[in-house]
C-alpha cells in the first residue's frame, strides 16, 4: 500500500507541484511601455510569413451565467487572409480575405458574405507591422507586460461601445498564445492557441471554406 | 545456487513494481473514466406534462434565415419570456457580439454593440429589403396555449385580432406540430424533449407566405427558471438610436 502511494505520489503530484513551481518562478511580469510591448510584437511578428494553431474558444456568457467552450482551427497568412473553423457543436467556418468576411454553417447549410469597410480589413491592420511603432494609435490607451517569452497587450478602446479590453498574449517570435476580450455586457470571450506552427508555407488551397 | 536466489528475488521485485505501476496506471484511468463519466451522465427525461406551459426559456441558439434573396444565420442564445418577451444575442465567429435584438408586443428594438447604434420601431416597419425581414416571425413563437394536451389530436381552428384564424395541427400524441395563421404564415414545432415535465421543442421553424424560413434550434435549454427583467429591456445609454425602417443590416 505504502508503495502504491508512493508511486501514485510520484506519478501524479510530484509532476503536478514541479509544474506549479516552473510556472511561478516564470509568473514574474514586468510592466514595459505601450510602444516596447508593441514593437516587440510587431518584430516578432516580422519573422512570420503564416500560421496554423488549435484553438479552444471559451465563452464565458453572463446574461445565462454559463459557459461555452469550443473547439476548432486557424490559419493566417500574409498579408491579409486567415481562416477559422470552429468544429461541432456550434459548428462555423470563416474566411476573412482583406475586408471581405466569408462565413460558412455547414450543420444549416448557411453561406454569408460581407464586405467589411476598407478600413476594416486584413491588409490595413497589417500594414501598421510594417513600420517601426513610435506612438500608440490613437483611439486606444495600450498597456504591455512582458513575462519570459511571451508579450501581452492589453488594449482599452477609449469609446465605450461593444469592447471593452483586449488581451492579447504572443510568444516574442510572434506566434499567438491567449486572446481574451471582454465586452460592456460582461460577456467574455478567451480563445487559447495550442500547438502553433510558424512558416509552414501555406497554400491557397488551404483557404477554402468548403 | 546464490545466484538464481538472487535473481529471483530481483525478478521478484521487478514483478512486484510491474504490478504496482499497473495498479497505479489502472487508478488513473479509473478516475479519468469516472470523472468523464460524471460528465456525460445524461439528463432524467421526464414524461410530458400534460397542459405543462413554457413561462421562460433561456438557450444557447442556433439560427438559420432563408429567403429568396437572403441566406444568412449565427449562433448565440436567447431569453424568453411568455408571452412575446425576448432578448436574442447573435455572436460573431470570434464570440463576441454581433448584434442584440429585444422585442415585447409588437416593438422590436435591434442594437449592434460595436457601432453604438438601436434601431427601433415596430415589427410591421422592418423594411422589405432587410436581410432581417424574416425575424418579424419570431413573434409568432409566442403561444397562448400549452404544446402538449393528449385530449388534442388532429386539428384546432380559432381567431384572434392579431393574427386572424389560426389553424392548430397537433400529433397522435396530443404534441402541438404546426400553426398556420391567417396571413399565410406557419410555424413548425420539431423535435420535442422533456424538460422536467415541460415539453419542449427543440427546433422552432417559422414560414411565411413569400416562402422565407427562420429556423431556431435551442441547445441546453433552461425551461421556466426565474429570468430578470432587466434581461430583456434594452440599456440604450450612450447609444444612438434610428427609426427601424432605417436598418438595412449590418
Not at chain 1, 518562478?25 to 518584430?43: M, N, S, Y
Not at chain 1, 445565462?64 to 487572409?81: A, C, I, M, N, Y
Not at chain 1, 511603432?133 to 483611439?139: E, F, L, M, N, W
Not at chain 2, 422592418?126 to 425581414?133: I, Q, R
Request: charged share 25%; aromatic share 8%.
Amino acid at each position: 500500500m505504502k508503495a502504491f502511494l508512493f508511486l501514485l505520489i510520484r506519478r501524479s503530484l510530484i509532476p503536478a507541484l514541479l509544474g506549479m513551481i516552473c510556472v511561478s518562478a516564470i509568473a514574474h511580469a514586468v510592466e514595459i511601455p505601450p510602444q516596447e510591448g508593441l514593437e516587440l510584437a510587431r518584430k516578432g511578428f516580422a519573422g512570420m510569413t503564416d500560421f496554423t494553431a488549435e484553438i479552444t474558444q471559451e465563452k464565458q456568457i453572463a446574461l445565462l451565467k454559463k459557459t461555452q467552450t469550443s473547439s476548432g482551427q486557424v490559419r493566417f497568412r500574409r498579408p491579409d487572409t486567415f481562416y477559422m473553423e470552429v468544429y461541432s457543436p456550434y459548428a462555423s467556418r470563416l474566411l476573412l480575405k482583406d475586408n471581405i468576411l466569408n462565413m460558412f454553417l455547414p450543420t444549416e447549410g448557411v453561406r454569408q458574405k460581407t464586405v467589411l469597410p476598407p478600413e476594416e480589413g486584413l491588409r490595413h491592420w497589417f500594414s501598421l507591422f510594417d513600420r517601426p511603432v513610435t506612438r500608440p494609435p490613437a483611439g486606444v490607451e495600450i498597456r504591455a507586460d512582458r513575462r519570459g517569452d511571451t508579450i501581452t497587450l492589453k488594449i482599452i478602446p477609449a469609446a465605450k461601445k461593444g469592447v471593452k479590453e483586449i488581451r492579447i498574449t504572443l510568444f516574442t517570435d510572434g506566434r499567438p498564445r491567449r486572446l481574451a476580450i471582454e465586452e460592456q455586457n460582461r460577456d467574455r470571450t478567451i480563445i487559447t492557441f495550442q500547438k502553433v506552427r510558424k512558416n509552414v508555407g501555406l497554400e491557397e488551397k488551404d483557404f477554402r471554406i468548403e | 545456487m546464490m545466484k538464481t536466489d538472487q535473481f529471483k528475488a530481483k525478478k521478484n521485485i521487478f514483478r512486484k513494481r510491474l504490478f504496482q505501476n499497473r495498479i497505479c496506471e489502472s487508478a488513473i484511468f479509473c478516475l479519468i473514466l469516472f470523472a468523464a463519466g460524471c460528465a456525460t451522465t445524461p439528463k432524467e427525461q421526464l414524461p410530458f406534462r400534460p397542459g405543462a406551459t413554457i413561462e421562460t426559456v433561456a438557450a444557447m441558439v442556433t439560427i438559420s434565415v432563408k429567403a429568396p434573396r437572403v441566406n444568412t444565420g449565427g449562433h448565440g442564445y436567447m431569453v424568453y419570456q411568455r408571452p412575446d418577451r425576448f432578448h436574442l444575442v447573435m455572436l460573431t465567429p470570434f464570440g463576441t457580439t454581433a448584434l442584440e435584438t429585444y422585442s415585447s408586443d409588437d416593438r422590436i428594438t435591434i442594437v449592434i454593440p460595436s457601432k453604438g447604434e438601436a434601431y427601433a420601431g415596430a415589427f410591421d416597419e422592418m423594411p422589405d429589403d432587410s436581410p432581417l425581414k424574416g425575424w418579424r416571425m419570431i413573434r409568432l413563437m409566442g403561444v397562448d396555449e400549452p404544446l402538449f394536451d393528449p385530449m388534442k389530436k388532429g386539428t384546432s381552428e380559432k381567431s384572434s385580432k392579431a393574427h386572424g384564424e389560426i389553424t392548430s395541427f397537433y400529433d397522435a400524441q396530443g404534441l402541438l406540430e404546426r400553426k398556420k395563421f391567417g396571413g399565410g404564415e406557419e410555424v413548425f414545432f420539431r423535435n420535442y424533449q422533456s424538460e422536467e415535465g415541460v415539453p419542449f421543442p427543440s427546433v422552432i421553424e417559422f414560414i411565411d407566405r413569400n416562402g422565407a424560413r427562420v429556423k431556431i434550434t435551442f441547445d441546453e435549454p433552461e425551461i421556466n427558471k426565474p429570468v430578470d427583467n432587466a434581461a430583456l429591456v434594452p440599456n440604450l445609454e450612450g447609444i444612438s438610436i434610428h427609426p427601424l425602417a432605417s436598418f438595412k443590416g449590418m
